[in-house]
């Protein structure tokens, strides 16, 4: 016998001629080359959980020569199918799930795999309320889960931060905290509500050194100072304890609606003026001083 290796595909003929004594047999052998087909999934989509649906496809080489087509898809419904175009397939759970399609000719099986990924919905666990906030409040940074989403609404910016001194008080303010999860997107939200703060003045004071001690004035009356050694609460301050310098004691008020009010005015305390100048100057009479701080 001799080996015949074929480098193409297509169809050939061969003659055998066999020849002896008693004559001559002739046998015409065809023989099909076949290249076999192949074929391509096209990459599984990214899908969330609430339109999980997927639609195959895939394409061929030689179509012509495919005998049998099985699909798999594992997580799911249908599981499985033999048609070339199996149509939509749904999930139920979330996951990465292979999807897999062998197909059968006369060169033998071939086959592909994508993968169906699924995202779940995140879960949106928003800071723990009620909210009630004071115009003259400071700002406020709400967190809620999971992390990375955006915050939207009045008087908030993206990562959180409430500043009720941004909006109109004696009103209340929907607050929406947006995540994501790859294809799954879920938003939650809070009421917030804002009440006017009364307005707190506190005069600023300057003494000297050697003052006795005075007591700092605030309208309205009826707050608390931050209690120190140089500061009573009813805002006695005493200079021979403090010492110089600049202080910004803290009063305390709590308005009509429950707002805190925290007010910190400059508060100097001086020292006693010190002069500098030298016991003599010595003069000649044909110099000509502009400045007598020239001399000193």
């Known amino acids: 016998f001799i080996a015949i290796h074929f480098k193409q595909q297509g169809t050939y003929t061969y003659r055998l001629v066999a020849n002896n004594a008693c004559g001559t047999d002739v046998q015409i052998i065809t023989i099909v080359v076949l290249d076999g087909p192949t074929l391509a999934i096209a990459p599984g ?97 709400l967190i809620a889960q999971p992390p990375g989403g955006v915050w939207s609404g009045q008087g908030i910016t993206s990562d959180g ?49 050697d003052a006795v001690p005075f007591n700092l004035v605030a309208t309205p009356m009826g707050g608390i100072w931050s209690d120190t050694t140089w500061l009573s609460s009813t805002g006695l301050f005493d200079p021979a304890i403090s010492g110089t310098g600049i202080f910004r004691p803290v009063y305390h008020y709590l308005d009509i609606n429950g707002c805190m009010i925290d007010v910190s005015p400059p508060l100097i305390i001086q020292s006693f003026p010190v002069s500098m100048m030298t016991d003599t100057s010595v003069l000649c009479n044909e110099n000509i001083i502009n400045s007598l701080s020239d001399v000193l």
Request: glycine share 8%; net charge negative; proline share 10%.
């Open 161 to 209: 931060i409430f500043d009720p001194g941004s909006v109109p008080p004696g009103a209340t303010y929907t607050l929406t905290y947006t995540a994501e999860n790859g294809e799954c997107e879920a938003s939650s939200t809070i009421t917030v509500n804002v009440v006017s703060s009364e307005t707190v003045i506190v005069q600023d004071a300057q003494y000297c050194q």
């Open 45 to 141: 989509p990214n899908l969330c959980i609430d339109n999980a649906i997927y639609d195959p496809l895939s394409t061929f080489t030689n179509p012509g020569q495919i005998q049998s087509f099985q699909w798999t898809f594992t997580g799911g419904s249908p599981t499985s199918s033999t048609a070339e175009n199996p149509g939509n397939i749904t999930y139920a759970s979330a996951g990465t799930f292979p999807v897999t399609l062998v197909i059968q000719s006369a060169c033998g099986p071939s086959s592909d795999t994508t993968f169906v990924t699924v995202d779940d919905i995140p879960v949106i666990t928003m800071p723990s309320g009620p909210f009630q906030y004071c115009s003259g409040s400071m700002p406020d940074t």
